[in-house]
């Protein structure tokens, strides 16, 4: 080979790795949260808190309640504790995934998101995706009921139905407008069979709907026929 083909060559290789160089600096300054996010730890150590100094009042709402929820979810589950868990108060839940180079995992409807078998709960501050203002307390409350069913099961399956139901009815997110939609899917015979929503729930708005009241509604059963701890013996069983 000759001198100029070598000098050509080493020159292609300063030019690639210097590409690779910018390249990676240039992700990994993208791949980090604003200047103004505040990262803290929260409820006596058990969660990390990150959010805008902005949202400095919400945080504080949101690290009480981990306070009140996390000793109850539990003694529910029949845990003895958790990992450290991550929350983020952010206004859109895509921020948290470009701020951490991730791949966006929400759904454009969602203003909660758990993220399963992380310790990770997303809440989103502000108006949701229908312009109608978040609320934060029972968004976290469901979320984090997410992250406590992941922690218990150890890694073993539970089915979506009890997963979904159990966290809305830690939140406390029974409606009226669900209590009649059950009573009119059950007077109609459309209710959805149980192992339909073993591992996931159907696609459709209002069947998602349904699936969802259904759900919490059946975990309500569940506590008021056998009691609180009842979950605690599931769990139990899945781990077995």
Do not use: C
């Not at 058990?46 to 109850?72: C, D, G, H, M, S």
């Not at 009573?183 to 696609?203: T, Y």
């Amino acid at each position: 080979m000759g001198a100029t083909m070598r000098h050509h060559l080493k020159m292609l290789w300063l030019a690639l790795a210097m590409t690779l160089t910018l390249t990676w600096a240039s992700s990994t300054a993208l791949a980090a949260p604003p200047s103004d996010v505040v990262t803290r730890s929260g409820a006596g150590g058990a969660i990390t808190l990150n959010y805008p100094e902005r949202f400095a009042p919400a945080a504080k709402e949101i690290e009480q309640r981990a306070r009140i929820a996390l000793p109850v979810l539990a003694s529910r589950l029949g845990v003895e504790g958790f990992p450290v868990i991550d929350v983020w108060l952010v206004s859109d839940l895509d921020d948290y995934f470009e701020w951490n180079g991730i791949p966006s995992r929400a759904p454009e409807w969602a203003v909660g998101l758990s993220l399963t078998d992380r310790h990770t709960v997303l809440v989103r501050h502000g108006l949701g995706p229908n312009r109608a203002p978040v609320d934060i307390e029972k968004t976290f409350d469901h979320e984090l009921a997410h992250v406590a069913i992941d922690v218990a099961r150890a890694g073993h399956h539970v089915p979506l139905w009890l997963n979904e139901g159990f966290a809305s009815w830690s939140a406390k997110e029974w409606t009226l407008e669900r209590s009649e939609l059950v009573a009119r899917s059950a007077a109609s015979s459309q209710l959805i069979a149980l192992e339909n929503l073993e591992s996931q729930f159907p696609p459709h708005h209002a069947t998602t709907s349904l699936a969802y009241a259904q759900s919490h509604h059946l975990v309500n059963a569940l506590a008021q026929e056998y009691g609180n701890d009842v979950f605690a013996r599931i769990l139990t069983y899945v781990r077995a």
